[in-house]
């Protein structure tokens, strides 16, 4: 009986390699692919498809690597971390990566890869700062999710077969690293006066500042805790500070009287950790500066430093922070500037000041 299993299964894999060598001629792209499909049969052998389902992505690859130096009797060498291989007829180019940085994250939507693309096409490299791999299959599109210890930008290239894929930390890719969190946002709308949300002006400002940042050429890297109106956690927005090695936070805000009402106190307030208020690379000497920038740009009055309370978390975090409230709502002609795209330009100047003026002084 098993014999008889055995002698169909040897009949089987002989008649499909037959069908293959027969075949490729007329397919050229499957020539390069030959060696791959030996090698799976060969797999197929030393670990039955179910071991391999119970497999996470980094141990499949893992073993991918391992089952391909044994084929070809040395390391697989590549120039990058991770190679991928190109579905059938898919360019290198067809594939989109998306990185989210505040969850530490790189995703890779790859057209027509199917529910078995993880085992039809191994994909090889090393684990090397990959918290974890995933592989989901959705709308005709493959989707490996890289979970990973620090935030990295995806450098990526391709051939004709393959996508090739490396991780570049911030501190490879700039001088110097800061972290710009929008406050608040989703639901959390902070100060609410006629009809408008803090948590609106606070990501306005914020743009008009990516839009600097963006179009400048200074070796600076920016992360963002939000560009959209979500609402990340405050360990989340620390965590992004951490994981990018920023050298300081700066966290922009819009401020209002205690009792909420309208009045007529207005103007900018810089604050900083209770116990960091002096000293070189402080973040006191850093509200300084913050506050100098914006009140010089913007023309608004200066209100000037104060210590935070502990519930302001993102203060307390590893690196110096800052809190910028840039004006009062609760003031009806601050209220009015600060809904204005100009007056919002001034204070993001502002704040491009004063990242520039820290860094000079050698934050
Ligand atoms: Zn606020």
């Known amino acids: 009986m098993e014999e008889r299993i055995l002698k169909k299964t040897a009949i089987f894999i002989a008649a499909v390699s037959l069908a293959v060598c027969l ?52 390391a697989p060498s590549f120039p990058s971390q991770i190679r991928l291989e190109l579905p059938f007829g898919v360019s290198g180019g067809d594939l989109e990566v998306v990185r989210e940085d505040i969850a530490q994250k790189i995703t890779i939507r790859i057209p027509y890869a199917g529910e078995d693309y993880m085992y039809e096409y191994p ?23 890289f ?13 004709e077969d393959y996508f090739y894929l490396d991780f570049l930390s911030p501190q490879e890719l700039y001088n110097n690293v800061v972290v710009i969190d929008a406050g608040h946002g989703g639901s959390e709308t902070g100060t609410v006066k006629q009809g408008i949300c803090e948590k609106d002006i606070n990501l306005d400002i914020v743009i008009r500042l990516k839009e600097m940042f963006d179009a400048s050429k200074e070796p600076v890297g ?16 620390m965590r992004l500070a951490e994981k990018t090695g920023a050298d300081f936070v700066i966290s922009v805000h819009n401020n209002a009287t205690e009792s909420g009402r309208m009045s007529s106190i207005q103007g900018t307030l810089a604050i900083y950790a209770e116990d960091e208020k002096e000293g070189e690379f402080s973040s006191g000497h850093l ?10 740009a913007a023309g608004s009055s200066n209100k000037g430093i ?40 001034k204070i993001a100047k502002g704040i491009y000041n004063a990242v520039m003026r820290a860094f000079e002084e050698g934050y």
């Open 306 to 345: 104060r210590p935070g309370k502990k519930e302001e978390k993102i203060l307390y975090g590893t690196i110096p922070a800052v809190i910028i409230e840039a004006g009062f709502m609760t003031n009806e002609t601050e209220l009015g500037n600060l809904c204005t795209r100009e007056y919002q330009g």
């Open 222 to 237: 920016v992360y963002y805790t939000r560009t959209t109106d979500e609402n990340p956690n405050s360990e989340q927005r």
């Open 23 to 74: 075949a490729l001629p007329f397919f050229p792209r499957l020539k390069t692919a030959s060696g791959e499909f030996l090698t799976a049969v060969k797999e197929y052998r030393t670990k039955t498809k179910a071991e391999r389902l119970d497999m996470t992505g980094l141990e499949l690859m893992a073993y991918h690597m391992e089952q391909t130096a044994k084929e070809m009797g040395e």
């Open 147 to 159: 979970l990973m210890e620090q935030v990295y930008e995806p450098d990526v290239g391709y051939d």
């Open 287 to 296: 509200a300084q500066i913050c506050l100098e920038e914006v009140t010089a």
């Open 123 to 145: 994909m090889l490299g090393s684990g090397e700062s990959i918290e974890n791999l995933s592989y989901k299959y959705e709308k005709n599109y493959g989707i490996l999710e």
